[in-house]
């Protein structure tokens, strides 16, 4: 039972000590700009513009849902303007972000470690290096970097999305007139909430390509090392996810 | 010139290179023969950094490769061709984008400069016209070609071929051997080439060296080998499914992972 612990933190240990070196090596090909600027676009529009239909499709129920849960929850005394602070707080600092993220790891992060897995087996990688290229200026930096910056713009875009059909659930489908959802949405509206909803999605976005690089580079063994490559990215992105949003709760959201 | 001195290296338990030394000089072809999963590809991938070796060093040039920058690295690689088992190429780039690949990771040619290399490349290759086509419209033997014309448009120093002729029909290989030593005769180029197949090692080789249990068995000219009474040598150049057994090796080799076939 020891020997079996032990092995097990050996080989978690091990993880991160790579993990670690996968970092330090990605940090040192942030320096070779001129390769990772020319492919940056390229992978904004793969990891963000192409994600947005999903991201909207899963806002825009997840928007109807919350307005009635709401109205559900709330009864007798408390005011129904309240389904609009739900909806609004929700999405901005919750559901946008999380569902978000949830989605796009098996989207993006199962895509980037397939890819890259592909590339490793095929021996791809091998030959980017033997014609002078980083693979981590090449292949990581630009994925991460557009990963760490469209995930909060697909995020505000969801949150958008959600409190606007919120809003057309309640006032069509619930006695909540259009002003009052409006007044709910503004009562205790501050900036801070979109701005956390941001900073968590900018977290999500760095670890979930972080997660799909490291693991797509390490990938050994053929198709079967690229199918488990794609399972683990999805299940440990997801695992991170959760991590993470408790992390800045814990850290942003207590008072006192 | 590319030295190996006392090449050790191992996978986990496995010990693939057990001192493995050899001289390549400048302007031979140097084949390296042996049984699959000895090493021999584990070898060259130590030229370009790929691996580095447990002990010994690797020297192109003077320069050992273990102990260049990353900056000195990116230079050595610049100087040598290499050209994969199964072509390597990018899957997500036509031909042209292929073979101009490294190319523009110097950044001092114009487009049309480019142009013209591929051009010439492909047309070393006799595949001219094919810039546009997508590597997963080409044969096996197709891509090969590409592989050696991305290589070759680099204007290498050095060549690396890692079983270019494997699992290609005999008409076909000896298209491959004849771009090899065409290749050779146009750039001058100083070349390392791994193979099982000896009609290939005798058309293109100036020497020969034979890798077994990690180190050099026995080296010699092409003419030489075909005269050696080395058991092991005779039964793999024979094809003889015995050839193993008469070194008293097992049949274990590298693990596939690690870059063999």
């Known amino acids: 039972m020891l020997a079996a612990i032990g092995r097990w933190a050996a080989t978690v240990l091990r993880g991160l000590g790579r993990l670690g070196l996968f970092l330090v090596d990605t940090a040192r090909g942030l320096a070779d700009y001129r390769t990772w600027t020319r492919l940056l676009p390229q992978q904004m529009r793969r990891i963000g513009v192409d994600s947005l239909p999903i991201?909207?499709?899963?806002?825009?129920?997840?928007?109807?849902?919350?307005a009635l849960l709401a109205s559900y929850v709330i009864t007798g005394a408390v005011p129904l303007y309240l389904v609009g602070t739900l909806v609004g707080k929700t999405m901005m600092m919750e559901l946008g972000p999380v569902l978000t993220a949830l989605a796009l790891a098996g989207r993006v992060g199962a895509n980037i470690a397939a890819e890259l897995g592909t590339m490793q087996v095929t021996e791809q990688v091998d030959a980017l290096e033997t014609l002078a290229y980083d693979p981590y200026s090449y292949l990581v930096v630009p994925r991460m970097l557009a990963g760490t910056i469209m995930f909060p713009i697909i995020v505000a875009f969801a949150m958008g999305t959600g409190v606007l059909t919120g809003y057309l659930a309640a006032t069509t489908l619930l006695p909540v007139t259009s002003d009052q959802f409006l007044h709910g949405l503004r009562l205790f509206f501050e900036p801070f909430d979109i701005?956390?909803?941001?900073?968590?999605?900018?977290?999500?976005?760095?670890?979930?390509?972080?997660?799909?690089?490291?693991?797509?580079?390490?990938?050994?063994?053929?198709?079967?090392?690229?199918?488990?490559?794609?399972?683990r990215t999805v299940v440990y992105s997801a695992g991170m996810i959760l991590v993470l949003d408790a992390y800045w709760a814990v850290t942003l959201l207590r008072h006192g | 010139m590319i030295e190996f001195r006392d090449l050790y290296k191992a996978f986990g338990p496995k010990h693939v290179l057990n001192g493995f030394s050899l001289d390549v000089a400048d302007g031979e072809t140097m084949v390296i023969i042996g049984f699959s999963g000895t090493g021999k590809s584990v070898a060259i991938k130590h030229v370009v950094g790929l691996l580095e070796p447990d002990a010994g060093a690797v020297a192109v040039d003077g320069q050992v490769v273990a102990d260049l920058t990353r900056e000195a690295l990116a230079a050595l690689r610049s100087r040598?061709?290499?050209?994969?088992?199964?072509?390597?190429l990018f899957d997500s780039m036509n031909i042209y984008e292929n073979v101009a690949f490294g190319l523009r990771r110097r950044r001092e040619l114009a487009e049309h400069d480019i142009a013209e290399r591929v051009e010439d490349a492909l047309a070393l290759v006799d595949l001219p016209g094919t810039q546009l086509r997508m590597p997963s419209e080409l044969s096996g033997g197709m891509r090969k070609r590409v592989g050696l014309a991305r290589a070759i448009a680099i204007q290498?120093?050095?060549?690396?071929?890692?079983?270019?002729?494997?699992?290609?029909?005999?008409?076909?290989?000896?298209?491959?051997?004849?771009?090899?030593?065409?290749?050779?005769?146009?750039?001058?180029?100083?070349?390392?080439?791994?193979?099982?197949?000896?009609?290939?090692?005798?058309?293109v080789g100036d020497r020969v060296a034979m890798l077994y249990e990690g180190r050099v068995r026995w080296s010699g000219t092409t003419a030489e080998i075909q005269a050696a009474d080395d058991p092991v040598v005779r039964g793999f150049i024979e094809g003889r499914a015995d050839a193993r057994a008469e070194g008293g090796a097992a049949d274990d080799g590298v693990p596939a992972e690690a870059g063999e076939a």
């Open chain 1, 55 to 66: 991201s909207l499709f899963i806002a825009a129920f997840t928007g109807i849902v919350l």
């Open chain 2, 80 to 88: 040598i061709g290499f050209v994969f088992q199964f072509a390597a």
């Open chain 1, 195 to 231: 701005q956390y909803g941001l900073i968590k999605a900018a977290s999500f976005g760095f670890t979930i390509t972080l997660i799909g690089s490291f693991l797509g580079l390490s990938t050994r063994g053929g198709a079967e090392g690229v199918g488990s490559a794609t399972t």
């Open chain 2, 156 to 203: 290498p120093k050095y060549m690396l071929y890692d079983e270019p002729t494997t699992g290609l029909d005999p008409v076909t290989s000896a298209v491959i051997d004849d771009l090899m030593v065409r290749t050779r005769e146009k750039l001058g180029v100083t070349s390392i080439v791994i193979t099982h197949d000896m009609r290939s090692a005798f058309k």
